[in-house]
């Protein structure tokens, strides 16, 4: 089966990537189209837009033969498909979720206990509060005083509003994946192996993953797949909870320091990538930028990720927040009133396997043109990307999804966990550790 015609979203969206990032995939002339569409039904492109994303990683990385539909909508979904010790854990806070207001509806997040405390603040509500106090408290207020007084503390919440596409179309006028050569002195990718493997490509790569939630955690998760050496770094503050890291956290090493001290310059002094995924702001004042560390570490790929872009630096925000306001949750509303989800956190996958894409393109390009180089992207970023795709009237049906079909088991310290299965091709995900169990070293 040939490549979809030119016109078809998933095409449109590859020839992009590969503009924009400046290389042509290692087996191009392999490419082929999936035997049918990833079921992830939605009115929205969501499925072209994952089978694109994962396809990008695959092409970049030479391997040639097609992910499986089945298994790229498994692992989109991955939160559903984990267990540990064969219990599915509870994902989502009461804290998290849709509000109605008195003039429409807010979208919250407190998965986080920080932010579930905030809410809690901003809305005068004691901490033994539930989800029905929260929908007591926010029905009398306007969507937008909701919002200001949760994030007034801080807290994470928006306004669930409709499509604007002169907006979107602003966003799309824009690189989804922006590259930037930053060329302060020559820098030798000195831990990369001559020799391509094309079961680990990247075999000999060190990458230093400053990430958290989904997005950035798949990106390094899938450069961990292709034989790189992922050391996740977290500050020693901010708890990560156990399920999220199992689910994104295969083959990393996982450590706790403070971004502030020698050591941790130490590991990006002799690392080839660093993986940034907390706001602009935040990495601006710790000196973690892309130019603050290129600056210090000339031949360095960064690729940086944040919720709402480098235009919001001091915004944080989820997949589920991006969606609500960028007018995705109601286009996807089932009545036209109560606000609806994509089938899967499809922003935050798609971000990641499209950064991972780009990682292993600018390494290639930095081998052969010497240089630092940068690549930004945001959720909201590709949502207008998705929004711009064409889209039915209906969400439309798929068949039902094997889950366990399309699994992995693994033994972490004496757990049983259960997760979504490699989306690539002849490649397996190697165990999880304990979250901040290792030492902070490559």
Not at 114 to 122: C, E, K, P, Y
Request: with cysteine; net charge negative; glycine share 8%.
């Amino acid at each position: 089966m040939n490549e979809p015609p030119n016109g078809a979203p998933a095409a449109v969206l590859l020839e992009r990537v590969w503009a924009e990032l400046g290389i042509e995939p290692a087996s191009a002339s392999t490419a082929t189209a999936p035997l049918h569409a990833v079921p992830l039904p939605s009115r929205l492109a969501t499925a072209d837009l994952a089978w694109a994303s994962v396809r990008a990683v695959s092409l970049a990385s030479g391997i040639g033969l097609p992910p499986e539909p089945d298994r790229i909508a498994v692992a989109y979904r991955s939160d559903q498909a984990l267990t540990i010790d064969g219990l599915s854990p509870d994902v989502w806070s009461p804290y998290s979720g849709f509000f109605r207001a008195a003039d429409g509806w807010i979208r919250t997040h407190g998965n986080y206990p920080h932010h579930a405390m905030r809410l809690q603040s901003g809305l005068a509500l004691t901490a033994d509060s539930d989800a029905d106090d929260v929908r007591a408290a926010i029905l009398p207020l306007s969507a937008a005083e909701a919002v200001e007084r949760i994030t007034a503390t801080r807290g994470l919440a928006v306004r669930v509003l409709r499509e604007n596409p002169h907006h979107d179309a602003l966003l799309r006028a824009t690189p989804l994946l922006q590259v930037e050569r930053i060329d302060l002195s020559p820098r030798d990718g000195r831990h990369e192996s001559g020799a391509r493997d094309l079961r680990a490509p990247l075999a000999g790569v060190r990458v230093l993953d400053l990430t958290r939630v989904i997005a950035g955690p798949v990106c390094t998760r899938t450069l961990a797949l292709l034989g790189a050496d992922v050391l996740r770094v977290d500050p020693p503050h901010l708890r990560e909870p156990e399920w999220q890291h199992f689910d994104t956290g295969h083959g990393k090493r996982t450590t706790l320091l403070d971004a502030r001290t020698d050591r941790f310059e130490e590991l990006v002094a002799e690392a080839d990538v660093v993986v940034l995924g907390y706001r602009p702001e935040s990495l601006d004042r710790l000196g973690l930028s892309a130019p603050a560390l290129l600056e210090r570490h000339p031949g360095l790929v960064i690729a940086q990720l944040s919720a709402w872009g480098i235009d919001e630096p001091s915004r944080a925000g989820f997949d589920s927040l991006v969606q609500a306001e960028s007018g995705i949750a109601m286009i996807e509303s089932l009545d036209g009133d109560r606000p609806g989800v994509l089938p899967a956190q499809a922003l935050d996958h798609s971000t990641g396997y499209l950064l991972a894409a780009a990682v292993i393109s600018l390494l290639e390009r930095r081998r052969r043109e010497g240089g630092g180089w940068v690549v930004r992207t945001s959720l909201r970023r590709v949502a207008a990307e998705l929004l711009g795709m064409p889209r039915s009237s209906r969400p439309q049906a798929g068949p039902e999804l094997d889950l366990a079909a399309h699994t992995a088991a693994f033994d972490v310290a004496g757990q049983t966990v259960t997760t979504a299965a490699s989306v690539l091709p002849g490649l397996e995900f190697a165990a999880p550790h304990r979250w901040g169990s290792d030492q902070p070293r490559w």
